[in-house]
């Protein structure tokens, strides 16, 4: 069964300053993994999709990179903003299904 | 990107009440769609699976006599919550994914109240 965990499980961070949010997932069968943003009481935005051949994907200020043989994610967000403050997700694409980790939230102090 | 939209964006109903919510592919035919819950200050949890013309695939502790999920069409996904409890109010999102390609496209999600 996989299982996928996030760490820290909240961060609060003062403006300008770059971070680091980890994935971990137990099983290294995945076909992909993505991270996602939700601002509260929102849907999904989808971040960044790293198929499984890939060891990871740039958009803007975020990086993630996937090492698939020790089970783990991270993302990278460059000099953060407030806007950035949200909850950030990981999932797993595995079988035919997608599963969460908890998420890490995120608040950018102004 | 490929679009996904869910109907209602936010319902809020009588306990013993049913409630359809509608899942919808704008612009692309999902073989395949998924029905998750998410409870307050929680992660999303897979409820169902569905492919286009058959039966649902529910995870284990859904009951599928309470949760009717049908997947009419490759663009049309719907889950009805039968005679909803209190308990049964979360945030329902759906997701979609086309024939050979392993991405998911999620939707807004709808949350629901049962009072």
């Known amino acids: 069964k996989q299982e996928v965990t996030q760490i820290p499980a909240a961060l609060s961070v003062p403006e300008g300053e770059n971070l680091v949010l980890n994935c971990s997932f137990t099983d290294s069968a995945i076909y992909n993994l993505q991270w996602f943003r939700q601002d509260p009481g929102k849907g999904l935005t989808s971040l960044l999709l790293i198929q499984s051949s890939q060891r990871e994907q740039t958009s803007g200020r975020l990086n993630a990179s996937l090492d698939k043989s020790s089970g783990r994610s991270t993302l990278y967000i460059a000099a953060s903003q407030p806007g950035d403050s949200a909850t950030y997700l990981c999932?797993?694409?595995?079988?035919?299904?997608?599963?969460f980790g908890p998420g890490t939230r995120l608040s950018v102090l102004p | 990107g490929a679009v996904v939209s869910q109907h209602p964006s936010w319902v809020i109903c009588k306990s013993g009440t049913s409630v359809k919510i509608e899942c919808r592919s704008l612009?692309?035919?999902?073989?395949?769609m998924f029905w998750y819950r998410q409870f307050p200050k929680q992660s999303l949890m897979l409820m169902a699976t569905?492919?286009?013309?058959?039966?649902?695939?529910?995870e284990q502790g859904v009951e599928k006599d309470k949760f009717l999920i049908n997947h009419a069409s490759l663009t049309l996904s719907t889950l009805t919550v039968t005679s909803a409890h209190p308990e049964d109010s979360s945030f329902y999102i759906c997701?979609?994914?086309?024939?050979?390609?392993?991405?998911?496209?999620f939707g807004p999600g709808t949350r629901l109240t049962v009072l």
């Open positions: 569905s492919n286009e013309g058959s039966k649902a695939t529910y």
């Open positions: 997701s979609a994914s086309a024939e050979h390609y392993n991405e998911q496209f």
């Open positions: 612009d692309f035919q999902a073989t395949t």
């Open positions: 999932a797993v694409g595995y079988g035919q299904n997608f599963v």
